[in-house]
């Protein structure tokens, strides 16, 4: 009888990680007796408050269950249709939510170049022309990623200066935080200090990408911004039924510290991939290695061979640039294993060749 092999490791995502033990004990815990529905619920007063504590007491804080949902029903609180968010040209909600922004909200997207994941005023203030035209789409929000899609990280004063730029010229600025805990890791912060302490309005408040099975929230730290958001959340279908399930996800993650070290050990073996990597010769980092994602170029005749053990993604077929991504069960031997299994491909290749 044909036996399916056993799943393995990849660096393809944090998504591809499983369930951190502790999130999944907590949704167990919660597994109990009926509770009212539709968050109505011990677990999600629990969760809320808890959020409420890392990022800011007057927070107003909505569970959902999806990334992308959480970018869009974030961004169709700031924006109307005529108007436009300003971001990154490498941000997700640009490339990679299949225009769902754009679809569901009918706002345009206005990119800015960002060849290391980040953007600055200098960038922002290209797109603030024509304000008051008629014929031309109004900015009217910016958006960021905390880690930014290139795992480089805003520092607390990056985000302050865009922020104040963005409310001197009525602006409101978003931040996708699908990594924001290894960006606070990374610069051994609190959670406050890089979105309410530095003026973030509104906040995609992901753990999905740090072990959880499917938990998201959306976040606002401008008041206004909620008015109306339950409605809108139903209408987005992110209201959760049986809502203590991802409250008990949150709950755990944000207990004992479980958030900081897991991105802090998903953070240590992205740094240690980097330097095995950094010793091979044919083999050259792309980006600064600041939260859990690793850029290098790699030989293209190698690729897929190593893809075919270790998944992991092509960011850019041009320049044969990778992207690895390490997670929370990342192990130390799992790195030395792929980069012995990298130098000697490619040592294998060089043989060829000469």
């Known amino acids: 009888m044909r036996q399916e092999k056993?799943?393995?490791?990849?660096f393809a995502s944090d998504n591809w990680a499983g369930v951190h033990p502790e999130v999944l004990a907590a949704m167990s815990a919660a597994n109990v007796g009926h509770v009212p529905a539709y968050g109505d619920d011990p677990y999600t007063?629990?969760?809320?408050?808890?959020?409420?504590?890392?990022?800011?007491?007057?927070?107003?804080?909505?569970?959902?269950?999806?990334?992308?949902?959480?970018?869009?029903?974030?961004?169709?609180?700031?924006?109307?249709?005529?108007?436009?968010?300003?971001?990154?040209?490498?941000?997700?909600v640009y490339t990679?939510?299949?225009?769902?922004?754009?679809?569901?909200?009918?706002?345009?997207?206005?990119?800015?170049?960002?060849?290391?994941?980040?953007?600055?005023?200098?960038?922002?203030?290209?797109?603030?022309?024509?304000?008051?035209?008629?014929?031309?789409?109004?900015?009217?929000?910016?958006?960021?990623?905390?880690?930014?899609e290139y795992g480089t990280v805003y520092a607390p004063q990056e985000i302050r200066v865009i922020a104040d730029y963005a409310h001197t010229h009525s602006l409101l600025l978003h931040m996708d935080g699908a990594r924001i805990f290894n960006a606070a890791a990374y610069l051994d912060v609190p959670l406050t200090a890089i979105t309410?302490?530095?003026?973030?309005?509104?906040?995609?408040?992901?753990?999905?990408?740090?072990?959880?099975?499917?938990?998201?929230?959306?976040?606002?730290?401008?008041?206004?911004?909620?008015?109306d958001f339950e409605f809108k959340r139903m209408q987005g279908m992110q209201l959760a039924s049986k809502m203590r399930f991802i409250a008990a996800q949150f709950n755990a993650l944000l207990s004992d510290d479980l958030w900081k070290r897991s991105a802090m050990h998903a953070n240590k073996m992205a740094r240690l991939m980097a330097a095995e990597l950094g010793s091979i010769a044919s083999v050259?980092?792309?980006?600064?290695?600041?939260?859990?994602?690793?850029?290098?170029?790699?030989?293209?005749?190698?690729?897929?061979?190593?893809?075919a053990q270790w998944p992991f993604h092509v960011w850019n077929e041009k320049t044969s640039e990778v992207r690895l991504i390490t997670s929370f069960d990342t192990t130390a031997e799992d790195v030395a294993v792929f980069a012995e299994m990298v130098r000697q491909m490619i040592g294998a290749k060089e043989k060829q060749w000469t």
Not at 97 to 112: F, R
Not at 288 to 307: C, D, G, K, S, Y
């Open 6 to 10: 056993k799943p393995g490791r990849a």
């Open 45 to 92: 007063r629990e969760a809320e408050d808890r959020i409420r504590a890392a990022l800011g007491e007057d927070a107003e804080v909505f569970l959902v269950f999806s990334g992308t949902a959480a970018n869009v029903l974030c961004l169709n609180s700031m924006v109307q249709s005529h108007q436009g968010v300003i971001c990154a040209e490498t941000a997700h």
């Open 96 to 148: 990679s939510e299949c225009a769902a922004a754009e679809k569901h909200i009918g706002c345009k997207l206005l990119t800015v170049p960002s060849p290391n994941g980040k953007i600055t005023v200098a960038g922002i203030r290209e797109h603030l022309h024509d304000i008051g035209n008629e014929h031309h789409v109004q900015p009217r929000a910016i958006s960021i990623t905390q880690a930014t």
């Open 196 to 227: 309410s302490g530095s003026g973030v309005d509104a906040l995609s408040f992901g753990g999905t990408k740090n072990g959880l099975v499917a938990g998201e929230a959306v976040v606002f730290f401008k008041q206004v911004l909620a008015n």
């Open 284 to 307: 050259h980092l792309t980006q600064q290695v600041e939260a859990n994602e690793v850029f290098a170029t790699f030989p293209p005749a190698v690729i897929p061979a190593l893809q």
